[in-house]
């Protein structure tokens, strides 16, 4: 079936966390969300969510879904040649920041139209299918001290998972070493435990902080300094024993090929409303393969469900309950993994009551 654009809707809403998120930036108790239509004129809608990280960030980003709807409305539903054409006309402007988001998600939601109308699950569609996807639990573990943090972790791993994630950033070292102990002899070691820095740190400290970190067991460290040096993430990536991980501010899959092309990580984790949407992780994945790249997801995850399953080196899913109190069907986990769902589209579904409990304007 072919579909035509008629219209972009959105809404803001702002969800309650399940868990604080205390970060070396910021403490965030509240997810602000922007929910993204797409409307044909067939009746197919096609739908996705985007984190607006600050309530502003979500005007922004709708103000410029506003504009790509005026452009589109009336075009086909083809993400790729739609999305170049659009990237023309905000060349002068810059697809950066919240035009880049704004783009993902209307690539994103115009994939989930396809796949609705295709009566496929997303994955399907992408010339995979439906299965279990590792997981993390990526919720709360901010910073908090040593036995908070222990005992969040504790609550975090007992529904099954098998891998979870704290951030750490503390003042000193000594408090990082002592939070990941703490957390590690509560959870066991038969859990895989993530550490992220949010970019806390500066080149020297980073390498202080990771050789120190090496003995405790840690699966990955996520952006120990600024995502964008490349030259300084790759030095920390030859000379620790311990993985980096970068990926969740990758602006498109052109900045992920520059990343990995002087060896800034060890793994990738690209972020779905950074990266292009559906069509620019795809091209993400191919790249990653072509590396031999383990790749993993930031957020969204019950969009990135559907994409890891159609990722050749699919590593984790990291996974957030934001959206569950406005979903109808939030994505199961079992067992420590994402059950992608075999419903046409990526299975979302908006809860209409909750919507405009939560909404602000």
């Known amino acids: 079936m072919t579909l035509t654009l008629r219209a972009v809707?959105?809404?803001?809403?702002?969800?309650?966390?399940?868990?604080?998120?205390?970060?070396?930036?910021?403490?965030?108790?509240?997810?602000?969300?922007?929910?993204?239509?797409?409307?044909?004129?067939e009746g197919v809608t096609?739908?996705?969510?985007?984190?607006?990280?600050?309530?502003?960030?979500?005007?922004?980003?709708?103000?410029?879904?506003?504009?790509?709807?005026?452009?589109?409305?009336?075009?086909?539903?083809?993400?790729?040649?739609?999305?170049?054409?659009?990237?023309?006309?905000?060349?002068?402007?810059?697809?950066?920041?919240?035009?880049?988001?704004?783009?993902?998600?209307?690539d994103a939601a115009m994939w989930d139209a396809l796949a609705v109308a295709a009566g496929q699950p997303l994955a399907t569609l992408l010339g995979a299918a439906p299965r279990r996807i590792p997981a993390y639990n990526s919720n709360g573990?901010?910073?908090?001290?040593?036995?908070?943090?222990?005992?969040?972790?504790?609550?975090?791993?007992?529904?099954?998972?098998?891998?979870?994630k704290l951030r750490l950033g503390y003042p000193t070292l000594e408090e990082d070493v002592a939070v990941a102990r703490a957390v590690r002899k509560r959870i066991g070691d038969g859990i895989a435990l993530m550490a992220d820095y949010n970019q806390a740190l500066g080149a020297v400290e980073a390498q202080r902080r990771g050789r120190a970190l090496e003995a405790e067991g840690l699966y990955w460290l996520e952006e120990p300094i600024r995502h964008d040096d490349y030259t300084g993430n790759a030095a920390l990536a030859r000379e620790l024993a311990l993985p980096v991980q970068i990926g969740e501010n990758f602006d498109g899959p052109k900045a992920m090929a520059e990343a990995l092309a002087v060896g800034a990580c060890d793994y990738v984790m690209p972020d779905l409303a950074r990266i292009g949407g559906v069509t620019g992780w795809m091209q993400a994945a191919g790249i990653a393969a072509a590396r031999g790249?383990?790749?993993?997801?930031?957020?969204?995850?019950?969009?990135?469900?559907?994409?890891?399953?159609?990722?050749?080196?699919?590593?984790?899913?990291?996974?957030?309950?934001?959206?569950?109190?406005?979903?109808?069907?939030?994505?199961?986990?079992?067992?420590?993994?994402?059950?992608?769902?075999?419903?046409?589209?990526?299975?979302?579904?908006?809860?209409?009551?909750?919507?405009?409990?939560?909404?602000?304007d």
């Open 46 to 106: 096609g739908r996705t969510w985007l984190f607006g990280y600050r309530r502003s960030g979500c005007r922004a980003i709708a103000a410029v879904l506003e504009d790509i709807a005026a452009m589109a409305k009336g075009e086909t539903v083809a993400p790729l040649p739609l999305g170049m054409k659009l990237e023309r006309r905000f060349a002068l402007l810059g697809v950066v920041g919240p035009v880049r988001m704004a783009f993902s998600g209307f």
């Open 9 to 41: 809707r959105t809404i803001s809403v702002e969800v309650p966390m399940t868990y604080a998120l205390g970060t070396s930036a910021a403490t965030v108790r509240a997810a602000p969300l922007l929910l993204v239509d797409v409307e044909t004129e």
């Open 293 to 360: 790249i383990a790749m993993s997801s930031h957020l969204f995850p019950e969009v990135s469900a559907h994409l890891l399953a159609a990722t050749p080196t699919c590593h984790f899913l990291e996974y957030v309950d934001w959206a569950n109190p406005i979903l109808q069907e939030p994505l199961a986990i079992e067992n420590g993994e994402a059950v992608v769902p075999d419903r046409p589209g990526s299975g979302l579904l908006w809860d209409q009551d909750a919507v405009k409990r939560y909404r602000f």
């Open 141 to 164: 573990l901010g910073l908090m001290g040593a036995g908070a943090v222990a005992d969040e972790a504790e609550k975090l791993v007992a529904p099954g998972f098998k891998a979870v």
